[in-house]
């Protein structure tokens, strides 16, 4: 399905699980963190590599994907603009305080009780996810003006590095009216998608652990918290 069409330059946190089901909505199929996990065509480790060396088969990656949101593509947004030039760049942003707490109470420790045998693909991507976000994108988490400092920062990189015509700067509270704007398509009935919120985040790894035991993968989405309107 590769080539991307579209590129998510926000960290995680700010809504990127809400924005991965609303273009899958509107007809893309969009990765995400919970998708790689889900889906067994995909490898953590590729992520990994790519980070060490900047550089991957981005095509080979995103097969079965148009559309890429959260990390890690996050943490690539500039590598696959350059590698997808008429893309276009969806920026989603909250406010940095919320942001820096949200991260504090979920992505930042991937609570998994050691007591519980978790499934390998959970055990990789964990890995991958501690080089490229808890030791990359959140190494400073622990000075908090430091951090929002590098959320700010990576906002005003996309507005500088990113052709105007092509970059949406968006909160996910604000519904389909801009993302459809953006793309140029109606917009759907459906109510916007809510997800991924933090006081669930314990519990959805464990749904996404027994979706993996069960053989279910992607068909096991959305998790029973999500509001994703048909």
Not at 21 to 49: R, T, V
Not at 77 to 89: C, I, N, S
Not at 138 to 155: G, P, Q
Request: glycine fraction near 4%; charged fraction near 30%; proline fraction near 7%.
């Amino acid at each position: 399905m590769a080539p991307l069409k579209i590129i998510g330059a926000g960290f995680g946190r700010t809504g990127t699980l809400s924005l991965c089901y609303a273009l899958d909505m509107l007809g893309h199929n969009c990765h995400h963190m919970e998708k790689l996990i889900l889906d067994p065509s995909q490898d953590p480790e590729a992520f990994e590599a790519a980070y060490h060396t900047r550089t991957a088969d981005w095509d080979k990656i995103f097969a079965n994907y148009d559309a890429a949101v959260d990390w890690p593509s996050a943490e690539f947004w500039p590598e696959l603009l350059k590698q997808y030039p008429d893309a276009k760049v969806i920026l989603t942003v909250r406010d940095p305080n919320d942001w820096y707490a949200s991260v504090g109470k979920t992505i930042k420790e991937w609570p998994m009780d050691s007591t519980i045998r978790w499934p390998e693909r959970m055990l990789k991507t964990r890995a991958m996810a501690r080089v490229i976000v808890k030791e990359g994108a959140l190494k400073d988490y622990a000075d908090k003006d430091l951090m929002i400092s590098k959320f700010v920062e990576n906002i005003e990189r996309a507005k500088e590095m990113v052709p105007e015509n092509q970059l949406l700067i968006f909160r996910p509270s604000e519904g389909w009216g801009p993302l459809c704007r953006f793309l140029d398509i109606p917009e759907p009935e459906a109510e916007f998608p809510r997800c991924n919120r933090r006081e669930d985040f314990v519990d959805r790894l464990r749904w996404v652990r027994e979706s993996l035991e069960n053989g279910k993968f992607l068909s096991a989405m959305p998790y029973k918290g999500d509001v994703i309107s048909s």
